[in-house]
């Protein structure tokens, strides 16, 4: 990168002046890359239906609600069809909110756009910059007024980059949405931001720091569980400051690296963290399932398909997260499993399962169809006996008599699978032939139909599709007998970003892999031969009290995490190694015991029980059996002596006093299926009697209460000794 030519221009300070500029924002309506192919060939990936509603949609709504005025977005690869779709929606219509909308047909990074947008002069004050495939619920208020703090106090303050806690994947290195495992430096008072690297070379094992990093700052916080939100509340001199430096192309990589890296002109980023809130960017297929799932199961309210806003039609929320439009008719002997969106006009044929997915509008799905885990859009026809799984299925696809899609299959508009054709695992199929250049603008050629491979064909509207197959003649013998389109090749070394960046689960082979590094690990952090991934360099102290206070917050952290991840295995059904996996990796980045995770699996598991539908005692009872008996096997895993299993009595104890007292009459009965499946022996019990036995009266309450069983122990225990 060069040497930077000039200081950015600066604005007025002045803070009326401030007050009176309304709330602007900048959405990229292009990503610049290439990982949504062989989809965005043909539609603009911030057009591409998320959960039934174009992705656009969900970053115009937020803006809207969190008190942004006017909107520029910028278009570039099919911008045609961007532009259309806003000029015919309802945006352009709205009171106080002003969507513009600048096109560019030769911009090919977003330091280009925002170059062009600071020559156009429409940005006057702060501004929100973010890209149209971003979807959140959290106020700006906080984070403004903190941005417009700091300003007043030091002109530098440039930016301020929204960011998250979010544990990374153990197997992948990469967070639930599929980016690159991240690692910022914080001040941890100033919250100034650092350092930041999202591309580590995990061969190496470790990462260097300039000393003058440490040296210049009296405390650095390291952390590698936060997630960037993509969300950047910025002051104007950003922009002049891309004009300035024609290196800055990409905006992490380039522009805040080379902050970070300036020491002449002093500018500085600051970060604002989120806790209650939701905020995540789509930036590969597997954050497209991650973010669907979560607006499914509704960490993004009040943008979720039963909350009518721009772009998304009437759907009604049923039991277990089942969401279904009007106008749907179904089989009676058709199952729709739990979290699954049923879109207007849909035909469901009879004893067709259904379960996890999304399925969009006008679609026809026949007899004994099975559908795990997919996303179906719009018009889709699915002949009998098909089975889909973990598969991402584009407009206008029709899948014949008993075609399968194995997990990670992408087809593209229209493509055609024949009949009993078997669609290899992480397949991208087209109408379109593979591109032979690779290049990130290409999508732009296509757009703009000059590139020789559309035969001319103008891509950029909607009815391409219907011209290239009256133009192309398709080898049958590709898709099976009847089928249209091109099965693209994974080129060298691509298997490795195919599994990794799909919306399919990861292979089990890789799972086996991360387990045994995992394991090795613990063994290391328990001979104190390594350090917790996360935390906090600063002069020594002898003052305690902050550490005990970190700890606290440590183990709610933990908590919340493991019961986050229980949770999210049980609904999505999730294998139970991968369970264990992300729970040794929490384990390990927050330095705990098998005590820990036990007492925080249990916590989840009784939660979910609690939370499953239940009218009566002996339902709440039933509930608890089953989740019992389906997740022993990851309780049982953290359970390796008598410790941890007084550990989860000790932990139900508590639940029943505080947390879910609606268990507090169920002790003993719940205590006593424990011991009958083998999760809390013998032994565990009466060594738990026996450390409350100089308790106070208080504390005893459950161990009176479970005395008929405690009693029964004892006697069984003593026939034993006899015989």
Known sequence: MGAQRKGATRVSEDPEELTRVPL?????????????????????????????????????????????????????????????????????????????MIESHNSVSAGDALRLIYERNVIH???????????????LTQALKEHKDRRKKDSNAVMTMVIKRSKPSPIAHQSRLGT????????????????????????????????SLLT??????????????????????????????????????????????????????FTHEIHSSYAARIDNFRSYDTVSKDIIHRWTYPLVPDVKFFGNSATKLERQGMYRASEVAQSRSAEIGPFTVIGYGTKIGSNTSISNSVIGEGCTIGSNVHIQGSYIWDN????????????????????????????????????????????????????????IKQDSDEELEYADCSSAMTNAVDISNGDMTSQILETQHWPSHELGTGGVGHIWSICEGGHEEEWRHSVAPIPSDKVAEA???????????????ILPPSGELKPYSNDSSDDNEDSRDESIYFGKEVEATFLRAAHENIEEDLVVLEVNSLRLSYNKEAADCAGAIFFSM????????????????????????????????YLPGMDEQIEVILKFEEMCLESAQEFSPLFTKILEYLYDKDIVLEDAILSWEEEKRDAEESDKVFVRQAQPLIQWLREASEEDEEE
């Open 380 to 435: 889709v026809t699915i002949e009998d006996d098909c089975k889909v799984s973990h598969a991402i299925v584009c407009d206008g696809v029709t899948l014949k008599f008993g075609a399968i899609l194995e997990p990670g299959v992408v087809l593209s508009f229209k493509v055609v699978v024949g009949k009993q054709f078997v669609v290899p695992s992480y397949s991208k199929v087209s109408l379109l032939q593979q591109p």
């Open 180 to 211: 690159d495992e991240l690692f910022v430096a914080i001040d941890p008072t100033t919250k100034q931001l650092l350092y930041y690297e999202d591309k580590i070379d995990y061969s190496k094992g470790t990462i260097y720091l300039d000393k």
């Open 515 to 529: 387990m045994k590094d995992t394991e090795d690990e613990l063994e290391l952090a328990h001979d104190g031969s």
């Open 125 to 139: 004050g702060d501004f929100v910059l973010i890209s149209g495939d971003t979807v959140s619920n959290m106020s």
């Open 216 to 269: 210049n700052n009296s405390s650095v916080s390291l952390h590698n569980d936060k997630q960037d939100c993509y969300i950047d509340i910025c002051s104007p001199e950003v922009l002049s400051l891309f004009t300035d430096n024609f290196d800055y192309q990409h905006v992490r990589r380039h522009f805040v690296k080379g902050l970070l890296l300036d020491d002449i002109m002093g500018y500085k980023i």
């Open 606 to 637: 009784m939660k979910l029980a609690l939370e499953t539908p239940h009218t009566s005692v002996n339902e709440l009872l039933k509930n608890v059996n089953s989740v019992l008996t389906k997740w022993k096997k990851i309780l049982k895993f």
């Open 24 to 100: 602007q924002a900048i959405l990229l309506a292009d990503s610049f890359t290439t990982k949504f192919r062989p989809i965005t060939l043909e539609r603009p990936k911030v057009l591409l239906p998320l959960v039934n509603v174009p992705m656009i949609n969900y970053t115009l709504a937020w803006l809207e609600s969190a008190g942004v005025e006017e909107v520029f977005v910028f278009c570039c690869a099919h911008s045609k069809q961007v532009i259309d779709y806003l000029e015919k929606s309802e945006w352009l219509s709205q009171p106080n909110f002003t969507v513009t």
